[in-house]
């Protein structure tokens, strides 16, 4: 089967760190995503591993090991904007960028 | 770049009834075409791809089908509604081979009563 295994529910403070693991298992992987979605908007997408390692953009950077099949989202410095979901996606081959998407992590930041 | 066009925004539809939701893609040709549905709470289903007109691929047995009658055109439909198609649809585009990421829709959200 393939499944992606992420927390349901994260809580942080302003200004705080915060990781979001996801586990994965597919058949076939090319690499991982990460997508924010704030309440009743659309996914926006924020970071994409293809190879082990970290990949930085700005306050977020995502890992990937590929040989744990597991990654995370970082997410610093948290503001009050940053309260959303957050889903990490496989991409799959395929000849075209076909996502698996987990369940999402809700993350809530407080004052 | 690249925005995406979807309405009706909201939409309640009674069960049996049919169903025809619009994506629209300005600011680019050829892209590959995605219909998503996610469910309260939970993530993205993939219901349908498209990579060029005319060509249609389904991801899940269902009471759904695609057409893409233009480039940048790709419609949901539904002849009877079912209760479990409620839910939040997301139309998507991307360019793989170009860059990984997909661009979103601002949704529709259909409740079937």
């Known amino acids: 089967g393939q499944s992606l295994e992420q927390p349901s529910e994260v809580t942080a403070v302003e200004g705080a760190i915060v990781q979001i693991n996801c586990t994965y298992q597919t058949s076939g992987f090319y690499g991982l995503s990460w997508y924010q979605q704030h309440d009743g908007g659309a996914p926006t997408f924020l970071s994409y591993?293809?190879?082990?390692g970290l990949e930085e953009t700005g306050r977020f950077s995502s890992f990937l090991s590929r040989s744990d099949s597991y990654g995370y989202l970082l997410l610093q410095e948290l503001q009050m904007k940053d309260s959303a979901s957050y889903f990490c996606?496989?991409?799959?081959?395929?000849?075209?960028?076909?996502?698996?998407f987990g369940a999402g992590t809700r993350l809530a930041v407080h004052p | 770049s690249q925005t995406i066009h979807q309405w009706p925004a909201t939409l309640v539809q009674p069960v049996g009834s049919p169903l025809s939701l619009e994506c629209t893609v300005e600011?680019?040709?050829?892209?590959?075409l995605y219909w998503y549905r996610q469910a309260a709470g939970r993530g993205l289903q993939l219901l349908f791809y498209?990579?060029?007109?005319?060509?249609i691929s389904s991801e899940v047995p269902q009471n759904l089908s695609a057409s893409r009658p233009q480039d940048r055109q790709f419609i949901l439909s539904s002849k009877k509604l079912l209760l479990s198609d409620s839910g939040f649809y997301l139309c998507a585009c991307d360019h793989p081979g170009l860059t990984y990421e997909q661009y979103f829709g601002p949704g529709t959200r259909l409740t079937v009563t």
């Open positions: 996606a496989v991409t799959r081959p395929g000849g075209y960028n076909k996502l698996i």
């Open positions: 498209s990579v060029g007109i005319g060509q």
């Open positions: 591993n293809a190879l082990d």
């Open positions: 600011g680019t040709s050829n892209p590959n």
